[in-house]
């Protein structure tokens, strides 16, 4: 008989719901028009503590959130594609293949915005805390970087709702719910693939790190860059 059993950890769906939310908040304070751009970098330092996290969640956190057991191999993905093309893919447990991959672009992506955002300026009232370290040359890469890197992370995230909505209009599997309760249908066979708890107390280290760490990185690490004036 098909039982409910824990799949997403606790910690993971805190994350995908602030990370959704933080995405949403950076672009809508991203237009230097409205007066938000301090926002806007606090919100970067969110996103580069949320991803890291994520990061470090995907070594030591629970079964189906380690980077280990949901990136695809090879075969894996070309077996999905072709599952996908004939239509009948199968229920997986955690992230299906592309799923998996999109997990690992996305992260990457917001990685590198969040670490371009450090190094650059406005060149009118802002700055990241490490603008002035680095050749002008390359702040100007960095910047072309961030300027467009939000249209990929956009892109990315608009495929990764799209696949969502496919699998829950035409493929009758509901993603989004399984990402609040954290649990999912399992039949007999698969009911030892569920997890037994969240590893709370094993997050909430790894958030307090990250936190020390990414506030060491932007206060108290961050050079005093000396500008002169003749």
């Known amino acids: 008989m098909a039982k409910q059993q824990l799949i997403w950890d606790l910690p993971v769906r805190i994350f995908h719901w602030c990370f959704v939310g933080v995405l949403l908040a950076l672009w809508y304070t991203s237009d230097q028009d409205n007066g938000l751009i301090e926002i806007h970098i606090k919100l970067g330092y969110t996103a580069l503590g949320l991803t890291i996290f994520r990061i470090l969640w ?5 079964t189906h959130a380690k980077f280990i057991n949901f990136i695809p191999r090879p075969y894996q993905l070309k077996s999905y594609l072709q599952q996908l093309k004939i239509g009948k893919v199968k229920n997986y447990i955690g992230h299906n293949p592309l799923g998996s991959l999109m997990v690992i672009f996305i992260l990457l992506a917001v990685l590198l915005q969040a670490t371009s955002g450090l190094f650059i300026s406005d060149d009118i009232f802002s700055a990241g805390p490490y603008n002035g370290v680095l050749s002008s040359d390359f702040e100007k890469i960095l910047k072309t970087i961030h300027i467009n890197g939000f249209n990929i992370i956009a892109t990315l995230s608009v495929i990764h709702v799209v696949a969502i909505l496919y699998y829950l209009v035409v493929k009758k599997q ?12 399992l039949d007999n066979g698969e009911a030892n693939q569920g997890i037994k708890h969240s590893k709370l107390l094993i997050a909430l280290i790894v958030a307090i790190a990250v936190v020390c760490f990414v506030y060491w990185l932007v206060v108290i690490n961050a050079p005093v860059i000396e500008e002169y004036y003749y």
């Open 58 to 62: 995907g070594v030591v956190g629970t």
């Open 174 to 185: 509901n993603l989004i719910k399984p990402m609040f309760t954290g649990k999912k249908l």
